[in-house]
Nanobody
């Protein structure tokens, strides 16, 4: 059974940092693109960042220069380092895995349950 389990969310003040982690199990994800989406209350789910199996990184304009995605294929883990957090980054963050990079979470084969990130002003 394939599972993606996120951790590392929490409450942080504006300007602070958090690091999200996604542990994947149930299969090897070496050939999968893995990344993050987020969904704020009352808003649609939006793309945040993806690191492809070919080591290319893609970021939403809203997080470029502040967020960094990385992967540890040996551990089937993808990380999201979030710096200079803003109140508008408040959302549930979801880990995804799929065979191609896409801007819609529906394009990915697997998705985790999400972890809450709250940034206070």
């Amino acid at each position: 059974q394939v599972q993606l389990v996120e951790s590392g969310g929490g409450l942080v003040q504006a300007g602070g940092s958090l690091r999200l982690s996604c542990a994947a199990s149930g299969r090897t994800f070496t050939t999968y693109d893995m990344g993050w989406f987020r969904q704020a209350p009352g808003k649609e789910r939006e793309f945040v960042a993806v690191r492809s199996s070919g080591r290319r990184e893609y970021y939403a304009d809203s997080v470029k220069g502040r967020f960094t995605i990385s992967r540890d294929n040996a551990k089937n883990t993808v990380l999201l380092q979030m710096n200079s957090l803003k109140p508008e980054d408040t959302a549930v963050y979801y880990c995804v895995a799929g065979l191609r990079v896409g801007l819609s979470s529906g394009e990915y084969d697997y998705r985790g349950q999400g972890t809450q990130v709250t940034v206070s002003s």
